[in-house]
Each structure stands twice: as C-alpha cells, then as structure tokens.
C-alpha cells in the first residue's frame, strides 16, 4: 500500500483495522531521503501505533507498506502528529 502523506509533523502514526502481518514500512521525506522500518513479519491487531517519531517536525512526503491482511478484511490509515 501507498499512502502520500505530504505534510510536517512530530509523529507518524498508522491505524490498523482488522489484523495484518507487517514486512516492513519505507518513510520518504521531501528531500529524497527514505527510512525503511522492518517490521519481521510481524501480525499487528487492530490499533494505533507510532511508526516514527520527529523532533524537529521533518516533512514526510509518502509511506509504503508491506503487509499482508490475517484477518478477513485489513484496513490501514496513516496520520501526521501535529
């Protein structure tokens, strides 16, 4: 999944609704520089977590997420903190 984000804050948070096993998460910032999160695999219920944390309020231009659903139906959202 691919989410533009393109927006500045403290924090990435990212909702899952359903359940879901996480590869990994890659964060690009406006200037081209990208973070990769690996997850391992991991299965994430529903709930809200923070992928990254900011604390000089860094500009996130898109988040790409490897996952695959374990529950009938996942759904996944992604927030900026402000």
Known sequence: MSFGVDSRGDALLVFVDGEARIDF?????????????????????????????????????SVRILAKAESLQARFSVYMRK
């Open 25 to 61: 998460a890659e964060v690009t910032f406006e200037n081209g520089q990208v973070q990769v999160i690996d997850f391992n695999e991991r299965v994430q219920a529903t709930g809200t977590f923070r992928l990254l944390d900011f604390a000089d309020g860094r500009r996130v231009d």
